[in-house]
T-cell receptor, first 113, second 113 residues
Framework: KAGVTQTPRYLIKTRGQQVTLSCSPI?????VSWYQQTPGQGLQFLFE???????NKGNFPGRFSGRQFSNSRSEMNVSTLELGDSALYLC????????????FGPGTRLTVL | GQQLNQSPQSMFIQEGEDVSMNCTSS?????WLWYKQDPGEGPVLLIA?????ELTSNGRLTAQFGITRKDSFLNISASIPSDVGIYFC?????????????FGKGTKLSVKP
């Protein structure tokens, strides 16, 4: 069974631009969570989607948004990029919203110049 | 946001040695997970724990859910070079929102052949 896939793997943007990252969960998994990983803050939860609905949101500004499609694929968008948004963005999928075992993709490395 | 206290931050050991690391929280957790992350990849789930006192093994790895429900331990026996990586604990506290995993800052393990 294929794992979680994320595209693109690497991205370079400049301040003020916006970016969209994509995540395809494991087949049959309906919940997708997004995390930001930085050396200083570690792994921090962004949001979780289940059945095309955002179920939970972390403490990030409104510039960070996401959505989920009917096939469970998810996208996250960051608008008006700031230097501090440079990070590894990880997507994790699980069978359902309350299933705690989450399986991560390889991440998208975003660099903001 | 809330984070787990994971220690040690890093370990440099000889191949064949046993390794121990732990994670503590100020609040009661109802689930503990242990992940390993290799450079450039997403975290891989190693062990999941669901009950206080639970002891679970996965090959040379053994993890325990602390009796107080505020801590967890991971042991690696007879370490080998491929054990190198960053180990993260993660969990959900009993008051936590669905899908929101809280992560420790990680233990970086280096193994000398």
């Amino acid at each position: 069974k294929a794992g979680v896939t994320q595209t693109p793997r690497y991205l370079i943007k400049t301040r003020g631009q916006q970016v969209t990252l994509s995540c395809s969960p494991i087949s049959g998994h309906r919940s997708v969570s997004w995390y930001q990983q930085t050396p200083g803050q570690g792994l921090q939860f962004l949001f979780e989607y289940f059945s095309e609905t955002q179920r939970n949101k972390g403490n990030f500004p409104g510039r960070f948004s996401g959505r989920q499609f009917s096939n469970s694929r998810s996208e996250m968008n960051v608008s008006t990029l700031e230097l501090g948004d440079s990070a590894l963005y990880l997507c994790a999928s699980s069978l359902r919203a309350q299933k705690v075992e989450q399986f991560f993709g390889p991440g998208t490395r975003l660099t903001v110049l | 946001g809330q984070q787990l206290n994971q220690s040690p931050q890093s370990m440099f050991i000889q191949e064949g040695e046993d390794v121990s690391m732990n994670c503590t929280s100020s609040s009661i957790f109802n689930t503990w997970l242990w992940y390993k992350q290799d450079p450039g990849e997403g975290p891989v789930l190693l062990i999941a724990l669901y009950k206080a006192g639970e002891l679970t093994s996965n090959g040379r790895l053994t993890a325990q859910f602390g009796i107080t429900r505020k801590d967890s331990f991971l042991n690696i026996s007879a370490s080998i070079p491929s054990d190198v990586g960053i180990y993260f604990c993660a969990g959900r506290d009993q008051g936590g929102s669905q899908g929101n995993l809280i992560f420790g800052k990680g233990t970086k393990l280096s193994v000398k052949p």
